[in-house]
């Protein structure tokens, strides 16, 4: 486990808002990810971070942006929010080659 | 570009039957290759992992699975499933740090009593 936390766990909002969820873990780990999973689709990746402010686009990153300004935070933004976005969010860290996963932020989009 | 085929989206098990899902993969590289399991409303839980060497692995929970390079696959198996196996099973290919994985679509497996 890498003491990965997600925050809201759960989150509905309306169509065009801004929505931005934390992942925060604890063990100083350089990388780490968000991903979005949707059914039968298993899980892809939006963005991801190799150090502060280092990120970069992953497979699905339009119209979610991110941030992280400390190591232990990486921030996952949605700037206007859309049906298309509700979704269950997982963040995740990787040690030593393995990727651990949060517990998941289910977020919906009215 | 990497990718991962999971051909079977559900199966259905007699507990105390033997389990084996399925995962292909296309990788330019030695993969790394990973299973991870979730529970209904749950993270993902790493059941094991295959980086080199024995292409054997052992796993938690009594999984096992076999990295087959001929065949581009990397197929999880159980000999004996419990009722508490009842769930998703995802499989995924990476490389090195910085490993952004490729999962597949999951295959979510039922357990009958």
């Known amino acids: 486990d890498a003491g990965i936390t997600q925050s809201p766990r759960h989150k509905v909002t309306e169509t065009g808002t801004p929505v931005t969820l934390r992942c925060h873990q604890t063990e100083n780990h350089r990388y780490m990810y968000w991903y979005r999973q949707d059914p039968g689709h298993g899980l892809r990746l939006i963005h991801y971070?190799?150090?502060?402010?280092?990120?970069d686009k992953g497979e699905v990153s339009d119209g979610y942006s991110v941030s992280r300004s400390k190591t232990e935070d990486f921030l996952l933004t949605l700037e206007s929010a859309t049906s298309s976005q509700t979704s269950v969010y997982f963040c995740a860290s990787e040690s030593g080659n393995t990727i651990y996963f949060g517990e998941g932020s289910w977020l919906t989009v009215v | 570009a990497q990718s991962v085929t999971q051909p079977d989206i559900h199966i259905t098990v007699s507990e105390g039957a033997s389990l084996e899902l399925r995962c292909n993969y296309s990788?330019?590289?030695?993969?790394?290759l990973f299973w991870y399991v979730q529970s209904p409303g749950q993270g993902l839980q790493l059941l094991l992992k295959?980086?080199?060497?024995?292409?054997l692995v052992q796993g938690i929970k009594g999984f096992e699975a076999e990295f087959k390079r001929s065949q581009s696959s990397f197929n999880l198996r159980k000999p004996s499933v419990h009722w508490s196996d009842a769930a998703e099973y995802f499989c995924a290919v990476g490389k090195a740090a910085g490993n952004k994985l490729t999962f597949g679509g999951g295959t979510r497996v039922l357990v009958k009593p």
């Open positions: 990788y330019g590289a030695t993969p790394y």
């Open positions: 971070s190799y150090g502060v402010k280092d990120t």
């Open positions: 295959y980086f080199s060497g024995d292409t």
